[in-house]
């Protein structure tokens, strides 16, 4: 039973960990390259932590995929809020079909130079 | 059954860091790069998992938290020098 809940649970972590790179490759932008590699390897790598922390069966690797998991949780989203932000301040541009740039609309703040 | 699986998801892993590894090639501006590089980190963090899941080894779990921390320092790192340098 533990065998088959780790392998359904590796084969869909690794499989949204390919999806992660998948879009990573595809997207036209640095933006949408980032959503998809930041929200799908979360999700890919909380899955493959379950099925190693299940297939362990210890309180001590336990604890340690436990702290992974929760840092991963913890810096993703603020490792990627400082790309886009760096990467926007930059100048880097954005893609050709973006129908909403709400920074550059705004009155204050810096502007992005093109 | 567990060996064939566990053999699936090494291989998707390392075709991820593969597809990874070809936009931190192509990639047009730094930003690209520092993204397919945290992404590069990820990767390896869930496939040092996979092998410590496998093989039964906990030591290994250690260095996936070292890799975890040591990605999220330098993608920050890499941010600070874009944001104040030049991106391309």
């Known amino acids: 039973m533990t065998d088959f809940v780790t392998a359904t649970v590796w084969l869909v972590g690794s499989a949204f960990a390919l999806l992660a790179a998948v879009g990573v490759l595809r997207m036209p932008d640095v933006f949408t390259r980032m959503q998809a590699s930041t929200k799908a390897s979360t999700l890919g790598l909380a899955c493959l932590l379950i099925g190693a922390a299940l297939q362990l069966g210890d309180f001590a690797s336990f604890i340690r995929v436990a702290s992974i998991g929760a840092f991963v949780l913890l810096t993703t989203p603020v490792a990627g809020h400082v790309i886009a932000r760096a990467s926007y301040f930059a100048g880097v541009p954005l893609w050709k079909g973006t129908v909403l740039d709400e920074r550059r609309n705004a009155k204050a703040g810096p502007q992005p130079d093109e | ?88």
């Not at chain 2, 567990?2 to 936009?23: E, N, P």
């Not at chain 2, 990639?27 to 790069?33: H, K, M, Q, S, V």
């Not at chain 2, 990767?43 to 039964?56: D, E, F, H, N």
């Open chain 2, 1 to 88: 059954m567990l060996d064939i699986v566990s053999q699936i998801t090494l291989v998707t892993l390392s075709a991820a860091l593969l597809l990874a590894f070809i936009r931190l090639v192509k990639g047009p501006t730094l930003p690209d790069r520092i993204v397919a590089m945290d992404l590069f980190g990820m990767l390896v963090v869930g496939l040092i998992v996979v092998l410590a899941g496998t093989s039964g080894v906990r030591a290994t779990l250690d260095a996936a938290i070292v890799i975890a921390l040591i990605g999220f320092l330098g993608t920050i790192a890499y941010a600070t020098y874009v944001e104040r340098g030049d991106p391309q």
